[in-house]
């Protein structure tokens, strides 16, 4: 459990972390929601983002997800990192590895609702 004020300092990032969610997104060929939870349950549940990786680099070798999605999300979520390390400086003993899961975590919740509207969500408005 990351303390309150980590917590908050992560909420304050959400308009850049929905964005960043759209981004990721956007490549998405056909309904993946069902990946993108399967991806976002892992890091929830995982304390290792090579773990996650693996996982990621596991579902495109399935062919469950493209490949070129999967490196592209490896490396934006991977990027996360610095962020998270960022967030850490201020506040002592926080382990920025469960930062940036939380980060990844989030960011991936956010993309299943993304990736809801554009497969879904604008047949509604027609």
């Known amino acids: ?4 004020r980590i917590r908050h300092a992560i909420e304050k990032q959400d308009d850049e972390l929905v964005q960043m969610a759209h981004e990721l997104t956007k490549s998405l060929s056909g309904d993946k929601r ?3 939870r399967n991806i976002q349950d892992v890091a929830e549940s995982s304390d290792s983002w090579k773990a996650l990786e693996l996982f990621i680099r596991y579902q495109a070798a399935r062919g ?3 490949k070129a999605w999967a490196e592209s999300a490896i490396q934006h979520l991977g990027d996360l990192q610095r962020k998270a390390k960022g967030l850490v400086t201020q506040v002592a003993g ?4 469960a930062v940036h899961l ?4 989030r960011v991936l919740g956010y993309a299943v609702r ?3 509207w554009d497969t879904k969500g604008r047949e509604v408005t027609r």
């Open 94 to 97: 926080v382990d920025a590895g």
């Open 1 to 4: 459990m990351l303390p309150p």
């Open 114 to 116: 993304w990736h809801t």
């Open 102 to 105: 939380a980060l990844v975590s």
């Open 64 to 66: 469950e997800i493209d």
């Open 34 to 36: 069902r990946q993108l």
